[in-house]
């Protein structure tokens, strides 16, 4: 005779595994890269190339990288949406600040580069943002496939 | 020269494909959800930019 606790083996969770950290950076750092290394191949090079025609369109229409200003609280939200699109954001700093004036101006002295009065300035910027936000959201895909979440 | 209707569809281009492949699985469903986002996103910017212009 069974005793009947009340819970069944085929209602019990499957034990989620953790996403490796070094995967997520790898998903964040270059578009699309988690899913290639997840064996998503093709979805790896369309994610990749959406978010970096996104971010080439931005630099094109002389949107500015998002940067920390004093006393603008909502410029961290512009850092962090740009920050999201990875090595494209460290390279473009690099290219307009310099790599050491890049690493001396941390986190206020930091030119975004862009053109203000330029035509397309508010349309690249949005490309810009959009285009790291899409590659944060890739991240959290990517830590969902890891787990088995989602195929 | 910024072509400002250019760049929108190029936007919402981007932006549709990317969620179509991102929240669904077959090719049917990835092919409406991107024509319901893309015209959403056009169609619907237009309408808006008109509404702004009759109501100030």
Redesign the interface.
Known sequence: MTKDTGRSTGDAQPRRARTSPFLLLAAWLVPGLGHWILGKRRRALLYCGIVVCAFVTGVLADGELGTPRPGEPFSWLATLACLGNGLLYLARLVWVNGASAALAGLPFGVDGGGDPVAVGFAYGNTFLYTGGLMNLLLVLDVSDIARGEKD | M?D?LL?ML??AL??S??FA??WR?SPADRLRMFAKAFLIMTVGSVVVGWLMYVVP
């Open positions: 910024v400002h760049l190029w936007h981007l932006v494909l990317f492949f991102l699985s």
